[in-house]
């Protein structure tokens, strides 16, 4: 063999190595043990993603709670042919059983919007819920990732973590509201606008998850695009409003529950793989933060790692327009924190929600 040759020989070898590596942690890290809890699993939302997490290689347990119908929603799971080992927990009394030994708890449970109404509206009722269920986190797991999908959003991530601060257990690095949909839906808005493949395109969606709070960085899309002001004005109202599209839509009958799904999956796929140690994995979500003055919480890219969050990274540069985005949501985001906040603080509401028949 010449020189030559054995360098490209040497080369080759390596990269196969690493080829070889990377596959094995790859294996090894969707093979780790890993039990997702979804409470709220007999929703609209929650049927779908008890599915979508069916279906995911990285979960070995999966456990559904509802106030009602999940033995037949774990039992219709169930019988898909994938790695997860399902079990249904129904009614209050068993909550804590399906909390143990929790990795990743996704929680959907709540009620949704009809037409007319704000997800603030929500609030009197999903306030109380959320809080219940998270003192049962704080109790039976601690430690759990918790991605919290219930709206009102901006106020339900508050509630929690006051929650979990009441009972000594908080640690903002393991709590999340999911905005992975206003991700989505503007990545689709952008890719069916500029004709470009939906599944290439990606861009950050910062603040919170209701109307204005709602700004997706159209300035920083990957690939690259320019846009008329009326085409960004367009994409924007159309990316802060989508809730609202599919709730008219819907007319009466809820809001977007299988888009959320796959949102609510995506998120909770990219926490696993955060919990498992691979490298970089980066997604907008609603967290405690320090990157907006002012703002205790605020979605914006963070980096997942084996404890959560790993780093809240820089905004990147705004352009004119997104930064009259950024002031103009603050005052809003900034009422709606408090509003979680003093409501835990002042006694909360205890409520366990209504039992829905379905
Ligand atoms: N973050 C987001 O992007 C996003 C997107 C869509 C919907 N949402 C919100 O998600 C929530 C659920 O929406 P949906 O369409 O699935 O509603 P849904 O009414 O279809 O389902 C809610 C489920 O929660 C259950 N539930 C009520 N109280 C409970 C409790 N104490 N413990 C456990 N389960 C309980 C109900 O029995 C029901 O099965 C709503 O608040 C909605 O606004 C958020
Ligand atoms: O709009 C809603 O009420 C549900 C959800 O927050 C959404 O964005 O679809």
């Not at 898909?80 to 990795?103: H, I, P, T």
């Not at 109380?128 to 269920?133: A, E």
């Not at 219930?150 to 393991?174: C, H, L, M, Q, W």
């Not at 366990?352 to 028949?357: I, L, N, Q, T």
């Amino acid at each position: 063999m010449n020189f030559r040759a054995a360098g490209i020989f040497r080369a080759t070898a390596m990269e196969a190595s690493k080829l070889v590596l990377r596959r094995a942690f790859a294996r090894s890290a969707s093979s780790a043990k890993r039990r997702v809890v979804i409470l709220g699993a007999n929703g609209g939302i929650g049927q779908p993603l008890s599915l979508l997490m069916k279906l995911s290689p990285l979960v070995s347990d999966l456990g559904l709670y509802d106030i009602v119908g999940t033995p037949g929603v774990a039992a219709d799971v169930s019988h898909v042919n994938s790695r997860a080992q399902v079990a249904g927990f129904a009614g209050e009394e068993n909550l804590g059983k399906c909390l143990k030994d929790a990795d990743l708890v996704i929680i959907p449970a709540g009620v949704p919007r009809k037409p007319g109404m704000d997800r603030d509206d929500l609030f009197n009722v999903n306030a109380g819920i959320v809080q219940t269920l998270c003192t049962a986190v704080a109790k039976n797991c601690p430690k759990a990732l918790v991605n919290i999908i219930s709206n009102p959003v901006n106020s339900t991530v508050p509630i929690a973590a006051e929650v979990f601060k009441k009972s000594g257990t908080y640690d903002p690095n393991r709590l999340f509201g999911v905005t992975t949909l206003d991700v989505v839906r503007a990545r689709t808005f952008l890719a069916s606008a500029k004709k470009l493949n939906p599944s290439e395109v990606d861009l950050p969606v910062i603040g919170g998850h209701a109307g204005a709070t709602i700004l997706p960085l159209f300035s920083q899309a990957s690939p690259k695009v320019s846009l008329s002001t009326k085409e960004l004005d367009a994409l924007t109202k159309r990316t802060q409003d989508g809730g609202t599209e599919v709730v008219k839509a819907k007319a009466g009958k809820g809001s977007a529950t299988l888009s959320m799904a796959y949102a609510g999956a995506l998120f909770a796929e990219a926490c696993l793989k955060g919990l498992n140690g691979v490298n970089n994995v980066i997604e907008c979500t609603y967290v405690e933060s320090s990157v907006v003055p002012g703002l205790s919480f605020f979605s914006s890219k963070v980096r997942l790692g084996k404890e959560g969050v790993d780093e809240i990274l820089e905004l990147g540069s705004l352009s004119d327009y997104e930064q009259k985005g950024l002031e103009a949501m603050k005052d809003e985001l900034k009422k709606s924190i408090e509003k979680g906040r003093k409501f835990v603080q002042s006694g909360g509401g205890g409520g366990g929600g209504k039992k829905k028949k379905k």
